[in-house]
T-cell receptor, first 114, second 116 residues
């Protein structure tokens, strides 16, 4: 099955700086890679996703890059703000599309220092 | 955006009792719903996949007789934890998908189950 590795487990950055979280996956058939933000006591919230036919996607301060050859994808947050503090999960989904469950990374606790 | 509602958000029950958790897709038809379990400071672990009108598919190691899943309609799936024990205490999260090839997965806000 799919295996998703995520690094780092904890990331502390100064407010206004950029944060980068990296993930690798094992199944070359995976073709959908979402990123979720989870705040304490809440469910994960989809913040951005990318599909395997695209190398990069950007939405305001958030961007995701995908290297299918190397089987890794990254989340980039620029101009970080205190409200960006949360746990971020990357995930991968196989070719079964919406009928497949996601395989999650272990999560990154992002701390924005004021 | 797509909304998934999960209820209750918190529940405390005594050992040996059963607890039902509901997951509803509010503005789309969810042909597929997933149930995850999350331990403190850990990632989400897929427990089972349910498709409307058919039996759920459980992940290895998940007891189907303990975690009963019903997906009777395109907008509702339920997870019943039967004969709960303290080790069943956890954060349970549902997610829903319309099942099409490019459909994203949206999550409910989770249910914090505490078994005393």
């Amino acid at each position: 099955g799919e295996n998703v590795e995520q690094h780092p487990s904890t990331l502390s950055v100064q407010e206004g700086d950029s944060a980068v979280i990296k993930c690798t996956y094992s199944d070359s058939a995976s073709n959908y890679f979402p990123w979720y933000k989870q705040e304490l006591g809440k469910g994960p919230q989809l913040i951005i996703d990318i599909r395997s036919n695209v190398g990069e996607k950007k939405d305001q301060r958030i961007a995701v890059t995908l290297n299918k050859t190397a089987k890794h994808f990254s989340l980039h947050i620029t101009e970080t703000q205190p409200e960006d503090s949360a746990v971020y999960f990357c995930a991968a989904r196989g070719s079964g599309g919406g009928a497949d469950g996601l395989t999650f990374g272990k999560g990154t606790h992002l701390i924005i220092q004021p | 955006g797509a909304v998934v509602s999960q209820h209750p958000s918190r529940v405390i029950c005594k050992s040996g009792t059963s607890v039902k958790i509901e997951c509803r897709s509010l503005d789309f038809q969810a042909t597929t719903m997933f149930w995850y379990r999350q331990f403190p400071k850990k990632s989400l672990m897929l427990m089972a996949t349910s498709n409307e009108g058919s039996k759920a598919t459980y992940e290895q190691g998940v007891e189907k007789d303990k975690f009963l899943i019903n997906h009777a309609s395109l907008t509702l799936s339920t997870l019943t934890v039967t004969s709960a024990h303290p080790e069943d205490s956890s954060f349970y999260i549902c997610s829903a998908s319309s099942g099409t090839a490019n459909s994203p997965l949206h999550f409910g806000n989770g249910t914090r189950l505490t078994v005393t």
